[in-house]
Every structure is written in structure tokens, then in C-alpha cells.
């Protein structure tokens, strides 16, 4: 069984006092820096963990979970935690929520965090540009579960809750291809993320199986800030000839990409169809209204939440690796229809 490595056993291996580790693990001024450092490497060695809740120490349980997520100004990552605090509320487990701004070093120094905050689990989606998972092993190697959502390493260790991109994206083509689209756009993310791949995938596959040739001119890949998805529908509007069809890996671009040719005089579906991704509240807002791929936030947060619950209750086991894959959906509105009347 793992026994916590407490201060004690950190001034037993050092031949320190207990007040001179305890002073040093809070950076005290009067630690001499050579001391601080043999200490802190030490303590990374046999894996310490500082004791932020030393009332429950005995139990050696918070009954607090993390939850690191790459945004916060995003209707889905809000739906995710909706459904994420549903569960763990009535589970009487509290929550703490670290945010990675798409920053692989914030999201290490949030799970870093969150493992010497003593968390009982963590709850992650992983930012554009991690690429090493190194962060997460010590959740591993104490038997803490994790379970990742959305963004994920789909070989990684731990629970993962993810839908079938692949055939959201293939999905969002055909339809497009359905309406008379040849010339069709995809605009995306890093490909080094799952999702992202997955759905480029999704399209190609629609491509091919309908031998329309992939034109490597037609991907875009950008951050997928405001900024960065204006400058790409000004770029598609002043395209010759234009495109007639565009499948973007969320509903903020789709939008403002109508928004724009709307300004510029092109018209939507006739001259561009458009399709997104997520339905967010902006997809029934924006006129024409938006055909979205459905992706159940609230749902995805429920099922990790509850998942984790699970393992944490030893039903499960802990730190499991497999796939749990939620159903979602394609919404015909009026932004892709050329042909068909809208799906009620």
C-alpha cells in the first residue's frame, strides 16, 4: 500500500529538522539556497506532496476535484463543467478549476498544482500544444484517476470521454457534397489534437469516397481567436473562384464567416454554404441560422464526472484506459441548404 511521504521523512533522509524542510517547502528567506534545493529535489524524488488540506490528512482524502480545462470563454467547455458540477455536487466533492489558455506549460503547472493541492481525481482536456503527458504520471503512479475529455491522447493512460470525430467530420462534408459542393473548405486547428485530426480525417474521407480531389489550398489552420477567424473569412471572400462550401471546426468561425460575406455581398448558402461545429447559442442567432454539429457538453461533462466518481469509489478500478465515445449529431439549418428544405 502507498504510504504519504510526509516532512518527517524528508528531515529523516536529510538529516534536517522537520522546521527546516517545512520552512524551505514555502521558499522561506532564511533556507540557505544550496539547503532549499537538496531539500526540493528530495522532495520531487520520493514524491512528496504538500499538505494543503491538513485536516484531512488522516483520511488522506479532500474530497475535492481538478478540473483543468484549455478555455473558458467557450459555450461548450461552459456546458462540460455544468455537467461535471452536476455529478460531483451530489457525489458532496468540490471542485477546483484550472485553466490552461492553450498553453501546454500552464496546463503542467495545473496539474502540478492540483496533485500537491491533494486532489482525490482530476478531469482534463489537454491544450493545442501539449505534446509530452508526463504531468499526469504522478496521478498515475498513486493510483489517482484522471479522465480526460474532449482533447485527449487517444494512447494515453486514463479515461477518456471523446465523440466519433471522424464521423462528425465526414459527416458535416457529405452533407455539404449532398448540396452540389465541390469546392469545399476546411478550416481548423492544430492537427496535433485528436479532435482536430480526427474531423480533417472525416473530411478527406467524404472527398474521397465522392473523388473530389483534396486541393491542400482549401485547409486553413488557424488558433481559432476572433482575430484569426475574420482574417480568414476576408481571405476566403476575396478568393477566385470562390469556394462553395465550408466545413469549420467550430460555430464562432462558421458565424463570423457569414457575417463577413453577408458585409461583402455573398450570399449564404446560395454562393457559400457554411457549415460548423458545436452548436453554441450563436448557431440559432446568426441569420442565416447555422447547420452545427451537435456536441453534447453537458453530457460529456456527466459521464467524466461520473466515471471518475466511479473509480473513485473503487467501482471501476482506477485510472483506466478506455474510451467512452458519445453520440453526436448533424443539424440541418438554412447556412448549408441549396437544395433541401430544413430538418425539423
Known sequence: MYKEITIYDLARELNLSAATISRALKDHPAINKNTKKRIVEKAEELGYRSNNF??????????????????????????????????????NYDLI???????????????????????????????????????????????????????????SKGTKVIIDNFKAGYEA??????????RIIHTTSSLKRNVY?????????????????????LLFVNDLKKESCIAFANQVAAMQPLPDGIFTTNDLTASLCI???????????????????????????????????????????????????????????TNNTNSIVLKSELIIRESSLKKDKVQK
Open 197 to 217: 485530426a480526427q474531423r480533417y480525417k472525416g473530411y478527406l474521407a467524404a472527398l474521397k469516397d465522392n473523388h473530389i480531389p483534396f486541393d491542400e489550398s
Open 259 to 317: 457575417q463577413v460575406f453577408k458585409e461583402k455581398g455573398i450570399r449564404v448558402p446560395e454562393d457559400i454554404a457554411v457549415v460548423g461545429f458545436n452548436n453554441d447559442t450563436i448557431s440559432i442567432i446568426i441569420e442565416p441560422k447555422l447547420t452545427t454539429v451537435n456536441y453534447p457538453g453537458m453530457d460529456i461533462g456527466e459521464v467524466a464526472a461520473t466515471h471518475l466518481i466511479k473509480q473513485l469509489q473503487g467501482a471501476n478500478g
Open 54 to 91: 491538513a485536516s484531512n490528512l488522516r483520511r488522506q482524502k479532500s474530497h475535492t476535484i481538478g478540473v483543468i480545462v484549455h478555455e473558458l470563454n467557450s459555450n461548450f467547455i461552459t456546458s462540460v463543467l455544468a455537467g461535471i458540477e452536476k455529478v460531483t455536487t451530489i457525489a
Open 97 to 155: 478549476i484550472g485553466h490552461s489558455s492553450e498553453l501546454a506549460g500552464k496546463e503542467v503547472a495545473n496539474a502540478n498544482n492540483f496533485f500537491h493541492k491533494r486532489v482525490d481525481g482530476l478531469i482534463a482536456a489537454l491544450a493545442f500544444d501539449t505534446e509530452n503527458m508526463d504531468h499526469y504520471e504522478p496521478f498515475f503512479e498513486r493510483n489517482i484517476p484522471v479522465v480526460f475529455f474532449d482533447r485527449v491522447e487517444e494512447d
Open 173 to 182: 462534408t457529405q452533407h455539404l457534397i449532398d448540396q452540389g459542393c465541390k
